[in-house]
């Protein structure tokens, strides 16, 4: 089994909390590390339908059952729970009795903000990073590939597991979260999605082409975010005295999802495909943003853009100021790499930036650039 990169801030967090909520898409691994962490607590799914009947109908009865602690696995299947749950922890000092998972953020936070605030901790799961997988070194492969466990776990063909996992999102999942009646509509306004990787977020584009309103796509977004399908970078507030763009951009939390949803079938599809240089940059970003969920931490990272296309991929939020990153698909590095910090930097006075790149070189310029291969992000992590 792949130790997890977040399991000593889950372990780090039940000395410290009553209970821990552990959120993240369906099949990134919770259950396996909540399990595998904790295998002294009991294991209770509340995906069964027996167990669910019970802790719907006879709460006291479920917890009392439970009384020592227990892993309450997709939590969200049994929201009135919590109401209860809190009585429970109140009861007791006793820190880290029970774990709570879901693959819905949305009807975790409603649930928990109401009846367990300040008993409980969140930690975001999301897949493997790079340093978790054992991973390919081709950067198309990876691309196409994702960074689901299951698909290394069980040496499952990406196309097929990732149009298995889009089918089950959007005929379960979805009705779940929010009773969308208009499943075609809703697929197809997903693989637009798809289609705007690093994009600006323009709604009304995205209702146009999906023949729904405004309000609608606001809600479905809601919907893809609550459910770890996408998120949105947002533009950094620094203005310079020039107008920026205010934006945000959209990016997946996996690019073989992405690529499924884009028809992508191979890795060759992803070397010769119009979003090449965006899915590698959604790769990326994803990474650094897995890399602050483990910690336990919200990602720090923002994009910056004026209105006449002066550019910069990722303003980092650090405690030492702003870090400038580029992200480049190219494999060579070439002076184009270098425009949107060099402009930075004459704008802001800034000493210092990185480019990571798809080639395998490392650098350290005399302008203060660093250039990182995207294998060696890690080497990177400390700055953030």
Same mark, same amino acid.
């Given at each position: 089994m792949v130790?997890r990169?977040?399991?000593?801030e ?18 990134s ?50 929201p ?32 928990i ?15 493997f ?5 054992d ?40 009705r779940?979260?929010k009773n ?19 994009? /600006?977020?323009?709604? !009304? ?7 729904? +309103?405004? *309000?609608?796509?606001? =809600?479905?977004i ?20 020039k ?20 028809g ?37 990272l ?17 405690p ?14 070439n ?6 910090i060099?402009?930075?930097?004459? /704008?802001?006075?800034? !000493?210092?930036?990185?480019?990571v790149?798809?080639? +395998?070189? *490392?650098?350290?310029? =005399? ?12 080497s990177?992590?400390d700055?953030?």
């Open positions: 130790k990169d977040a399991e000593k889950l372990v780090a967090l039940c000395k410290q909390y009553k209970a821990v909520a552990l959120v993240g898409p369906r099949q691994g919770k259950t396996t590390l909540a399990r595998s962490a904790f295998a002294h607590l009991p294991y209770v799914s509340l995906e069964n339908p027996d167990t669910r009947n019970f802790a719907l109908n006879d709460p006291r009865a479920f917890l009392k059952q439970n009384s020592s602690g227990a892993i309450l696995d997709e939590a969200q299947r049994a009135e729970l919590f109401s209860y749950l809190q009585q429970v922890l109140d009861d007791s000092p006793e820190t880290g009795r029970f774990i709570i998972t879901g693959s819905n953020n949305f009807l975790l936070q409603d649930n903000s109401q009846s367990l605030a300040g008993r409980v901790a969140y930690l975001y799961l999301l897949p990073t790079l340093g978790e997988a991973s390919t070194n081709d950067i198309d492969s990876l691309i196409h590939k994702g960074l689901y466990p299951a698909i290394y776990d069980r040496s499952i063909e990406p196309s097929k597991w990732y149009a298995n996992y889009i089918r089950t999102y959007v005929e379960r999942d979805v779940l979260i969308i009646t208009n499943l075609i509509a809703f697929e197809k306004f997903l693989r637009l999605c798809a289609g705007r990787v690093g994009q /600006l977020l323009n709604m !009304n584009s995205l209702a146009i082409e999906s023949g729904v +309103d405004g *309000k609608t796509i606001a =809600s479905w809601g919907v893809l975010e609550s459910s770890f399908i996408v998120f949105r970078l947002q533009p950094h507030h620094v203005s310079f005295n107008r920026i763009v205010k934006m945000p951009k959209l990016y997946f939390y996996d690019t073989g999802l992405a690529c499924s949803l884009l992508i079938g191979s890795p060759h599809q992803v070397s010769t495909h119009y979003a090449k240089g965006s899915l590698f940059e959604n790769l990326v970003i994803a990474e650094l943003v897995k890399h602050r969920y483990n910690k336990g931490e919200n990602h720090n923002f994009f910056w853009r004026d209105n006449i296309g002066h550019e910069v991929d990722i303003l980092a939020d650090t030492n100021g702003i870090l400038p990153i580029e992200i480049k698909a190219g494999s060579t590095i002076e184009n790499f270098f425009k949107g060099e402009f930075w930097k004459k /704008l802001t006075g800034s !000493n210092r930036g990185i480019v790149f798809a080639g +395998d070189t *490392k650098q350290e310029r =005399s302008s203060g650039i660093s250039i990182v291969p995207w294998l060696n992000l890690r990177i992590y700055l953030l």
